[in-house]
């Protein structure tokens, strides 16, 4: 099996690097792709940088290029469930894109079309979830499974917050899965999200990407030995 792991900044993906035996480096649509052993599993990483076309940019290139089984993408979000703190975690049943809006045409805000097909929600592969729910348990971390949430927006507003989790009951938001679920659903790429909770998407909370960051590598190195 060949795992392709996106994360969306620097101190998400510097301690899974540390993993990767005999890694070796290559660029590919401006984009740093290493590649190399998990134990026994062949993984890709990258960092696609923050945003929504980024990581699609990213995902495209990564299953063009090297073909991964499956991916996972990784890092820190915006707790919107009223019971995940930092540093709690979020495991993704469904991504939704909450910032594309053509609801004035008579769709729903949300809405993406592929091909004249209306999607307002992209499911992850159910297997990949549950394994990744089951090592953040193992861990020892309080997990909750639900839809998370992106958009090209850093979610600091509890008008927002609220908004989000009226629309979607998602339990978090953040600015990749979204996009990253969209691609692998056009590509027919199996794909799953975990996010470890940095902040609570209002004015009340520090951000505290480092300290989550610490615990996505921990839930997915424990999730990756078992594949």
């Known amino acids: 099996m060949k795992i392709g792991i996106i994360a969306a900044m620097e101190v998400e993906a510097a301690l899974l690097k540390a993993h990767l035996a005999d890694g070796k480096t290559e660029e590919v649509s401006g984009i740093l792709f290493t590649r ?14 923050e945003g929504k076309v980024n990581a699609a940019l990213c995902a495209e290139a990564m299953i063009l290029r090297y073909a ?28 939704a894109q909450h910032d594309m809006d053509m609801s004035p045409l008579g769709y ?29 348990e193992a861990e020892g971390s309080h997990v909750e499974a639900g839809v998370i949430v992106s958009g090209d927006a850093f979610i600091a507003d509890p008008l927002k917050k609220e908004e989000l989790k009226r629309r979607y009951n998602a339990v978090a938001c ?50 990756l030995e078992s594949l």
Request: charged share 20%.
């Open 68 to 95: 991964p089984s499956a991916i996972i993408n990784t890092g820190v979000a915006g707790g919107l469930s009223p019971t995940l703190h930092v540093p709690d975690v979020a495991v993704a049943t469904a991504v």
């Open 174 to 223: 953040e600015m990749e899965g979204g996009a990253i679920g969209h691609t692998c659903y056009v590509n027919g790429v199996p794909f799953a999200v975990l996010r470890a909770i940095s902040d609570t998407a209002d004015d009340g909370t520090a951000y505290e990407p480092a300290r989550a960051a610490a615990i996505s590598e921990r839930i997915l190195a424990r999730a």
């Open 108 to 136: 729903q805000k949300g809405d993406v079309l592929i091909h004249d097909k209306v999607h307002s929600l992209f499911e992850v592969d159910k297997a990949l979830m549950m394994r990744l729910f089951e090592a953040a």
């Open 36 to 49: 190399g052993k998990w134990n026994k599993t062949e993984v890709i990483l990258a960092v696609c940088s």
